[in-house]
């Protein structure tokens, strides 16, 4: 009987990690507990120094004191805000998993939200795990919709599946007069290349053909989103990508 009792319990537990508080805590499957305590107090210290805040102070909190069990059955871990939150209309970030250890900070006047996302791989044997981000978004409304990121024989794949796809083109091509290295290092995509071009001014081309940024720009109705391949592990990590998404905000809005 004891033993019925103890495997109906680990079942409830089961259930309740799959239905409620998977979100939060998948990535103690991947890392294990200790290094997900690893990271909660990480973040948490890193946020304290700089002054900047969690936007899952509880999760963080949680993660560092509490037992797996508590991880498990706590009621305030079965939701927390999520950075792509209204961001989800943009590439991959529809189906994807947010980190929980978000970390909001102000940038130049900018609300910017910086988080780690992973998005499941789409290779067709199914053996390509999880692809990793660090993703900062900026709040900012009144931009035109559009992305950019650097030339790769990827996108180069991509055009000519659309091609043959039939699907409607949407990348923009920028007059190599304005700025021949923005042309020559850049793909822009945009739905009314009128705007796109009124907003990315010479200076801003000039701009981003200098600094040959490692990730992507997009944006829709209310955020601007910068995200590069990799994770956030370090303070200098956050250092890193800060200075870069700083940069961002200063020269482009």
């Not at 499957?29 to 700089?50: D, N």
């Not at 609300?111 to 900012?140: C, H, L, M, N, W």
């Not at 796109?196 to 829709?220: C, D, H, M």
Request: proline share 4%; hydrophobic share 40%.
């Amino acid at each position: 009987m004891t033993y019925l009792f103890s495997h109906l319990t680990y079942l409830i537990l089961v259930l309740i990690l799959v239905f409620f508080v998977l979100p939060f805590i998948s990535s103690i499957f991947v890392k294990g507990p200790r290094e997900f305590r690893k990271r909660a107090r990480l973040i948490s210290e890193y946020a304290r120094q700089k002054g900047y805040c969690l936007a899952n102070p509880a999760a963080a909190e949680a993660a560092g004191s509490s037992s797996w069990r508590e991880l498990l059955t706590n009621p305030s871990l079965r939701s927390f805000s999520k950075g792509s939150e209204g961001i989800t209309d943009l590439e991959d970030f529809g189906r994807g998993t947010d980190d929980p250890f978000t970390v909001i900070c102000s940038l130049r006047s900018k609300e910017v939200t910086i988080f780690d996302f992973s998005v499941p791989s789409q290779r067709a044997d199914s053996s390509g795990g999880s692809i990793q981000y660090k993703v900062a978004k900026v709040k900012v409304q009144g931009l035109p919709r559009f992305s950019l990121g650097g030339n790769s024989l990827v996108h180069t794949v991509e055009i000519a599946v659309d091609k043959l796809t039939g699907k409607p083109k949407s990348s923009i091509d920028v007059d190599p007069s304005k700025d021949s290295e923005f042309a020559k290092h850049y793909w822009l995509k945009g739905a009314d290349s009128g705007e796109v071009a009124a907003f990315l001014s010479p200076e801003k081309l000039r701009f981003l053909a200098n600094t040959k940024l490692a990730g992507v720009i997009a944006t829709n109705a209310n955020y601007l989103v910068y995200s590069e391949y990799g994770a956030l592990s370090s303070a200098g990590d956050f250092d890193s990508f800060i200075a870069t998404v700083e940069n961002l905000v200063a020269h482009l809005l």
